[in-house]
Structure formats: C-alpha cells, structure tokens
Nanobody, 128 residues
Framework: QVQLVESGGGLVQAGGSLRLSCAASERTFSWFVMGWFRQGPGKEREFVGLIRWSGSATYLADAVADRFSISRDHAKNTVYLQMNTLKPEDTAVYYC?????????????????????WGQGTQVTVTS
C-alpha cells in the first residue's frame, strides 16, 4: 500500500513562507495528478492546487494563485507546495492526495472524491 507523507508544516508569522513536501513511499508509484487540499478550523476541506504527472503543469485555486506554487522532483517522487506571503487565513491542516485516473480538465480535480491516496496532513499555523 503506497503512502503519501507530508512534511514541512509549522508555525510562521504572517508574511512568511513555508515549503511543504509530499513524498510517495514508493519511488515507482505513478499518479496522474497530485493535489493539495487544506482544512482550516471549523471549515470544510478545500482545494489548493495540483500538478500533473505528464508535463508538470500546475493549477492553483484563485485564493492562493499569486502566493503559492507547486513543483515536483521526479527522481524523488516528491511534490512541493511553496507558500509565500502567508496570511492567518492560510492556517489549516494541509493534505496531499494522488489521483490515479484521468478525469479530464483541472476542474474535476477540485473535488476530493477524485483522489485515491491521501497523506496524513501537516499543520500550518500563521500568526498575525
């Protein structure tokens, strides 16, 4: 059973940066899309962004598109979420998730039900 392991969360002041990592336990594990989601206190889980296996194209939610970026290290089978200019409203548990199927456009990958494997989550807390 493949596992996704997130790391890099922590406590940061507003305006600061963090980089989250999501490593697959098996380097040969293939996925179609790797997504990032977050769930803030008292909120529903929301889509943050994704990266595609083929071509490494990325797509980010409007709320973070000008501050966050996603990249990958193919050799390590690790995906990164770089978060800059963090705001208190970015406080959440961040999850990575792997989708194994092609559902077409980025819109469909905004929904958590499209993902087959999930990490355990990493806490990000942004203080004002």
């Amino acid at each position: 059973q493949v596992q996704l392991v997130e790391s890099g969360g922590g406590l940061v002041q507003a305006g600061g940066s963090l980089r989250l990592s999501c490593a697959a336990s098996e380097r040969t594990f293939s996925w179609f899309v790797m997504g990032w989601f977050r769930q803030g206190p008292g909120k529903e889980r929301e889509f943050v962004g994704l990266i595609r296996w083929s071509g490494s194209a990325t797509y980010l939610a409007d709320a973070v598109a000008d501050r966050f970026s996603i990249s990958r290290d193919h050799a390590k089978n690790t995906v990164y979420l770089q978060m800059n200019t963090l705001k208190p409203e970015d406080t959440a548990v961040y999850y990575c998730a792997a989708a194994l199927r092609n559902y077409g456009g980025n819109y469909y990958y905004r929904f958590s039900g499209k993902y087959d494997y999930w990490g355990q989550g990493t806490q990000v807390t942004v203080t004002s």
